[in-house]
């Protein structure tokens, strides 16, 4: 096919026209959508936000709680390390209490 | 807001905006877009009327339910919005029957010509919208995207959700089509 055929089809298609849709269209659609209320599909996070705005607290009651939350974690990590093994053993500490009570 | 306003923002600010409820910011891509979204409509249908069902009928379900535009998923609104178009319109063909050619008379191209070479051109149109009309329905979609609105192989891509290369197959297919069938006109 020739050069000249590719360019009159080019020339061709780049040249449709179609009929022109009615002024007042867009105008239409505006008005018709005055009277269709939305839907709202809320998804979790969206739910989740509007959750927390609900209840919404202010910045110094978030600052307490952090610091709650923060002194029990720390609490309960550190618990483990104050206990000594020989604190668990009954069997040293009886032996510690009746140290001196040996026969005179 | 000023009414000054609206035409400077993009679409994106306006989607978030008719998310919100704006009935402004939907009025204004209403009028931006009506007119790009009716001419693919058209000519998928070949009818005013019914193409500018379609367009209202896609701005509705748009403005009806906001959500199912997802900027995070749905790069470009026009984009994302061709193709919503698109759907429209190919549930309408299964619906209805076959497509057909205009009733309205197809514009001609210069109104100044001479009245014999617009003759001829008028022909040369009609004959063309006819041999598009006889080509597979995805090959017609890539001529109309690529060459009536104007967008680029990889937009049109997208809005087919093809890749590059079969956008590219589909346009040639078309035009060696084309070629064939328009012979005596070329």
């Known amino acids: 096919m020739s050069d000249k055929q590719d360019e009159k089809l080019e020339m061709l298609l780049r040249s449709r026209r179609a009929t022109p849709a009615s002024p007042e269209l867009a105008a239409r659609i505006i008005l018709k959508a005055q009277g269709i209320p939305q839907v709202r599909a809320t998804s979790f996070w969206q739910w989740l936000r509007q959750l927390c705005a609900e209840y919404h607290l202010p910045k110094p009651a978030y600052v307490l709680a952090s610091a709650l939350i923060l002194g029990l974690v720390i609490g309960f990590s550190t618990a483990g390390d104050i206990t000594s093994p020989a604190d668990t053993n009954p069997i040293n500490i009886q032996g510690f209490l009746y140290a001196d009570e040996g026969p005179l | ?186």
């Open chain 2, 1 to 186: 807001m000023a009414a000054a306003n609206w035409p400077d923002k993009d679409d994106h600010e306006l989607l978030t905006l008719i998310q919100d409820g704006s009935h402004h910011a939907f009025a204004e891509l209403v009028k931006r877009h009506t007119e790009r979204f009716y001419r693919l409509a058209y000519r998928y249908v070949q009818s005013k009327e019914t193409a500018e069902d379609i367009v209202q009928d896609a701005f509705l379900k748009l403005w009806e339910n906001p959500g199912t535009w997802q900027p995070e998923r749905n790069n470009k609104f026009t984009t994302w919005f061709y193709r919503v178009v698109v759907n429209l319109c190919l549930d309408w063909q299964k619906k209805k029957r076959p497509v057909e050619l205009p009733n309205e008379d197809i514009p001609l191209a210069d109104e100044r010509e001479p009245v014999d070479v617009a003759m001829i051109r008028l022909q040369e149109q009609r004959m063309l919208e006819k041999e598009i009309g006889a080509l597979p329905e995805r090959q017609r979609l890539a001529l109309n995207l690529c060459f009536d609105e104007g967008l680029s192989n990889q937009e049109a891509a997208e809005v087919m959700g093809v890749n590059l290369k079969a956008l590219q197959s589909l346009i040639m297919r078309a035009k060696i089509t084309l070629k064939e069938r328009m012979k005596a006109y070329l």
